[in-house]
């Protein structure tokens, strides 16, 4: 069964930083898009950032472009979200999604499985 | 930026009632639309996807229907299991819009 494990949540000051990462198991990782996703509290899904297969080509929400900055290590199936400059609105749980692909046809924006998600947030 | 629109934003419902959810575009998406199930402190489930095709091992209960702006998930039989806030989603063009949600509580 696919598992996806973020990690690197917690509580940082307005302005700060912080790294997530999510741990990839039982798929071919270097075949998949991947994704960022947040919910804040008690509000609905925001997509974040996706990155290409191959880690070559990355987007970004237009809250969080400049800001943060999504990467992947193929090697180590691991995803990351490198945040920087946080702000209030930024406080939300972040979720790790693989991309979904149906049959040979992959596709940006559809995610099919979920980690369960690591809270952040940035107090002011 | 495509903005979805849900309604109802809740509903309440019994055990065995058919339950239909829509999910309106501000502009057309084809049929690129996505259903997720979210229960309470946990992570989205993916339903269906390409507005009508239900997710491999979900049951049938669950159907989605349309194309361009409009579009509806239904729950045929409402199960103790799908109590649950539901969203819909666009892959249509970036960045990918979610909808408000729909919250299904129990009667």
């Known amino acids: 069964e696919v598992q996806l494990l973020e990690s690197g949540g917690g509580l940082v000051q307005s302005g700060g930083s912080l790294r997530l990462s999510c741990a990839a198991s039982a798929f071919t990782f270097s075949n998949y898009v991947m994704n960022w996703v947040r919910q804040a509290p008690g509000k609905g899904l925001e997509w974040v950032s996706s990155?290409?297969?191959?880690?070559?080509?990355?987007f970004y929400a237009d809250s969080v472009k400049g800001r943060f900055s999504i990467s992947r290590d193929n090697s180590k199936n691991t995803l990351f979200l490198l945040m920087n400059s946080l702000r209030g609105e930024d406080t939300a749980v972040y979720y790790c999604a693989k991309g979904f692909c149906d049959g040979g046809t992959c596709s940006w924006y559809l995610f099919d499985y979920w980690g369960q998600g690591t809270l952040v947030t940035v107090s002011s | 930026d495509i903005q979805m629109t849900q309604s109802p934003s809740s509903l309440s419902a019994s055990v065995g009632d058919r339950v239909t959810i829509t999910c309106r575009a501000s502009?057309?998406?084809?049929?690129?639309l996505n259903w997720y199930q979210q229960k309470p402190g946990k992570a989205p489930k993916f339903l269906i996807y390409?507005?009508?095709t239900l997710q491999s091992g979900l049951p049938s209960r669950f159907s989605g229907s349309g194309s361009g702006t409009d579009f509806t998930l239904t729950i045929s039989s409402l199960q103790p299991e799908d109590f649950a806030s539901y969203y819909c989603q666009q892959s249509y063009s970036s960045p990918p819009t979610f909808g408000q949600g729909t919250k299904v509580e129990i009667k």
């Open positions: 502009q057309s998406i084809s049929r690129s």
């Open positions: 990155i290409s297969s191959s880690g070559d080509f990355t």
């Open positions: 390409a507005a009508s």
